[in-house]
């Protein structure tokens, strides 16, 4: 055991407005009393993080003031990640809070389903086998009426053009709720919050890009390639910041300037439009009863002054209590939370509510710390304070021209506060869609702020109300001040060294585990519980009077019972972990650090998979040459393989005769410029016997890849195997790596996850041996999933076999497979 210690975008809250960062800029303030003074909303539909067209969200909300909103179906928790080792659900995260990141650049709002990526689609029939048609289509038709837009528009047709079956997915549940959300009789559960409503128009904003080029002369066309004077940017200029924010993705772009044509196809509604907005008012005259606002709205933009932002305040508190008097529920609650977010700005009126610490549990204490100063002569009083979910606090605070305020309070954490856990992923989902509490929980992209600061500032002779999410604020020694959201999370973290246990040929498995306190104080036990026919030794352990964020570090084994039965083919065995005394579910934590997202905390059940598995491997002495977002090396290890990291210094300078085995990560090529310039000493390596094993690449934006990465021709295609059940057929069945060490049959290509493989090879040199060829259904087969080549002494492999994704997840035939890759030095391709 060993013990260490580890020394305003602004957005509608419940009611009232709540504040994230706050600006001042003079131009931003005038565009959006511009953007006050336009009423109507637009709606853009896609399937992913990363499929919405920057460039039109950007003209929408930048140049015509609109309201724009991008409705992302899904999170992106099936794609890959080129950033890290994230997958799945953290990998979710991590797009979910990029495409948070785009709209604070672009200014559109966010919007998800309940719908899971499950990975690459081809067809949306299969999608919607995932996704259940009529529960996603509920949602899209739910925020139709939420949003209640004039105009909807698709990035993708229903005719299939966009390729992946989640695109044409997207267009086809579009379409339907582009109808339905008008007609009381679908989904009549909604009303009881919310109205029908039929958009105006439906377009396809068609594309050009790779070799699929759906514009046409006939189309809408539309120059969306201003420039701003007030921003001081193009269009291109904001759309390009906003997209390259999908860092993940790899999807940094170019800054296109000047004149840009979006193409547009009226797919229902008023068809009779040869302009984007040919009959739509988004004038105030567009709403009962705002005559007078847009009297004031004009008079606004009319006085503003750059240099005296407050000379306009009066006409804001005007325009405030007349937006109260309409009718309007929709454009009252939108325009008062613009309004009020003008008013602060204009009143140089600045908050910030922050604790402590960045975290705290159930039952700790917290200070939350009120700060505010006023920059203008405006007379601003706070009369009372509502610290949600403590008290409140009755006051009457002057606040003085240019002189900082704060308060400072301490409160005890109530035991009825839920863990921080991503609302979506609370409970368990079904197989492509999240189980939520609610269906009005996807009015919001994430989770609200746990704790707030609710403030009532009586601002001249007006009372607003300013809701303030609590938030730990840090000094960063190299970025400065820094801010991230305050979480409740449980007493206690035990995360495991490796999420899966390996058993090999009935031997104990070997466990990690990490006890960190995230309380002030925890005394407790850590027990193990192994499912029916294994014995964790031991099964408990003790953690007393550890401190806040101390850890302990224990290690286990896990055996399988003599008497029982040995079945590779078991594979959702997992060891789970409760706490003692309560007998209470223990969680992981997992932290995604990236500079370009807020900090997130990860919570989930703590379990590890128990896999037995018979598997034979070599001694070999291995190489590995890290790509993008894979664990592949750190799963082959555990399976008792020696490795070492080979980065360029090593390529260039080391013998490479020391190595049997070299192996290049997932996209090596596309995120390590500098490989392909020890090709020569790579195939000499092969030559003289060593085997060169290259796992998935693409050849696309992320780099152009020819077809002489290996000693013979071949190319990276993006054919695919989508279908995890696939059969896999043995072209050349007495091929080593499908014999030796191990045996390889058809129930090592069971419980395989996703996929079978992606970016297969093709066009493939008679050299290459291709064991295998699978398809999906209805295609024709596919031999490109692993080829293999021998070049002098040695081997050379490419395979898009999933392995990144497979062993990871404990598929034991995959470990099987691989290790005969690797043990190819000891024999010849036949």
């Known amino acids: ?161 966009g390729g992946h079956g989640h695109h044409t997915a997207s267009a086809i549940l579009a379409s339907e709720a582009f109808k339905m959300a008008a007609d009381p009789k679908y989904f009549p559960e909604q009303l009881k919050s919310l109205k029908p409503w039929q958009a105006k128009t439906l377009y396809w904003n068609t594309f050009n890009f790779g070799n699929n080029n759906t514009q046409r002369d006939d189309q809408l066309k539309t120059d969306v390639g201003f420039f701003n004077t007030w921003w001081g940017k193009g269009c291109g200029e904001i759309a390009a910041q906003s997209r390259s924010q999908h860092k993940s993705q790899g999807f940094g772009v170019e800054i296109i300037r000047g004149s840009m044509l979006e193409y547009l196809k009226n797919i229902d509604g008023d068809t009779s439009c040869s302009t984007l907005f040919c009959k739509s008012d988004f004038s105030w005259n567009s709403v009962i009863g705002a005559e007078t606002i847009k009297t004031l709205c004009e008079t606004a933009l009319a006085k503003f002054d750059m240099k005296n932002p407050a000379s306009i305040l009066p006409d804001l508190l005007r325009i405030h209590d007349e937006l109260n008097k309409i009718q309007d529920k ?153 801010y991230r959201t305050t979480c409740v999370v449980p007493p206690v973290a035990v995360n495991f060294n490796e999420n899966v246990c390996l058993l090999i040929n009935n031997k104990p498995g070997n466990l990690k585990l990490t006890v960190r306190s995230l309380s002030k104080s925890f ?72 500079e370009h997202i807020p900090y997130q905390y990860y919570f989930k059940p703590s379990e590890v998979k128990i896999v037995p598995l018979q598997l034979q491997t070599s001694s070999s002495k291995i190489g590995y040459i890290e790509g993008a977002g894979d664990e592949v090396m750190q799963c082959l290890q555990n399976a008792g393989y020696n490795i070492s990291v080979l980065k360029e210094e090593n390529l260039s300078n080391d013998n490479l005769s020391n190595y049997s085995v070299i192996i290049a990560g997932v996209r090596a090529y596309n995120t390590n410029d500098w490989l392909m310039g020890y090709k020569n000493k790579l195939m000499d390596f092969v030559s003289s016997g060593g085997t060169y094993i290259v796992q998935y690449n693409t050849n696309n934006n992320l780099g152009k890849l020819d077809n002489n990465i290996g000693p013979y021709p071949f190319k990276i295609s993006r054919k695919r195997v989508t279908d995890e059940y696939a059969e896999m057929r043995f072209s050349e069945a007495n091929s080593i790596v499908l014999n030796k060490p191990n045996k390889i049959n058809a129930d090592d290509f069971k419980g395989w996850v996703q996929e079978r493989g992606i970016y297969f090879a093709e066009e493939i040199d008679p050299k290459y041996q291709t064991p295998l060829s699978c398809n999906d259904k209805g295609e024709s087969p596919l031999n490109g999933s692993l080829i293999i080549a021998q070049s002098g002494k040695g081997h050379f492999v490419y395979t898009g076999l999933a392995f990144f994704r497979q062993l990871p997840a404990g598929v034991s035939g995959a470990y099987r497979l691989f290790s005969n890759l690797i043990a190819l030095p000891s024999g010849q391709v036949k």
């Open 523 to 594: 005394t407790g036990k850590i027990k193990l519980d192994v499912p029916a026919g294994y014995k964790a030794s031991p099964s408990e352990f003790e953690a007393t009077a550890l401190l806040k964020n101390e850890r302990l570090i224990f290690n286990a084994t896990i055996q399988q019972d003599a008497k029982a039965d040995f079945d590779q083919s078991k594979t959702n065995q997992h060891l789970q972990v409760s706490i003692l005394p309560s007998n209470t579910e223990a969680y992981s934590l997992q932290e995604i650090i990236y």
């Open 1 to 161: 055991m060993q013990r260490f210690t580890l020394s305003l975008l602004l957005f509608l809250g419940l009611g009232c407005l709540q504040l994230h960062a706050q600006s001042y800029n003079p131009s931003e303030i005038k565009l959006n009393l511009e953007k006050l003074n336009t009423v109507g909303t637009v709606l853009y539909i896609a399937a992913h993080p990363d499929d919405e067209n920057t460039r039109l969200l950007t003209y929408l909300s930048k140049e015509k003031h609109l309201r724009t909103c991008y409705l992302s179906l899904n999170r992106g928790e099936g794609g890959q990640n080129l950033i890290g080792k994230e997958q799945g659900a953290a990998l979710g995260i991590i797009r979910t809070n990029e495409l948070l990141q785009a709209r604070k650049i672009d200014g559109a709002e966010q919007y998800f389903t309940r719908a899971i990526d499950f990975g690459y689609s081809k067809s949306p029939e299969e999608t919607f086998t995932f996704w259940n048609h009529d529960s996603v289509l509920a949602d899209v038709v739910y925020i139709i009426r939420l949003l209640q837009p004039d105009v909807i528009i698709t990035r993708f047709p229903t005719t299939g053009e």
């Open 330 to 482: 929709q454009w009252k609650k939108q325009k008062i939370k613009e309004t009020e977010q003008l008013i602060l700005a204009c009143a140089g009126l600045w908050f910030d509510a922050t604790s402590n610490q960045p975290y705290v549990t159930q039952a700790d204490s917290i200070n939350i710390k009120l700060s505010s100063i006023v920059y203008s002569q405006i007379p601003t009083t706070i009369e009372s304070i509502s610290y949600l979910p403590f008290s409140d606090t009755s006051m009457s605070t002057k606040l003085e021209y240019n002189k900082i305020w704060s308060l400072e309070k301490s409160f005890v954490v109530p035991k009825s506060i839920p863990y921080s856990i991503h609302y979506w992923l609370k409970n368990k989902p079904e197989s492509g869609r999240y189980v939520l509490d609610s269906q009005s929980m996807i009015e919001k992209p994430v989770n609200d702020a746990v704790f707030s600061v609710s403030v009532n500032v009586k601002i001249s002779d007006h009372t607003l109300t300013f809701n303030l999410p609590v938030r730990y604020k840090w000094i960063d020694p190299v970025e400065g001040e820094r």
